[in-house]
């Protein structure tokens, strides 16, 4: 589980390296900020469900 977020947080971040129209860095504070607020979460349908909304991001290429 720690590597399948790891590697959710790294793709999020490359994701934000290749946007045009939007400001890069608030897109990386946000994902920084959204990662550290769900660090301690330990309910594991929450953490499913942060997941799956941070690969829908991916998915359907659309900023937060």
Request: proline share 0%; net charge positive; glycine share 4%.
């Given at each position: 589980m720690r590597q399948t977020i790891?590697?959710?947080?790294?793709?999020l971040l490359r994701y934000g390296?290749?946007?045009?129209?939007?400001?890069?860095?608030?897109f990386r504070y946000r994902i920084r900020k959204n990662?550290?607020?769900n660090k301690?979460?330990?309910d594991?349908?929450?953490i499913d469900f942060q997941l799956?909304?941070?690969q829908?991001?991916?998915q359907n290429q659309r900023v937060l």
């Open positions: 790891l590697k959710l947080y790294k793709d390296d290749n946007l045009k129209y939007t400001d890069k860095e608030y990662f550290k607020q301690h979460l330990i594991q349908i929450e799956q909304k941070g829908k991001l991916l």
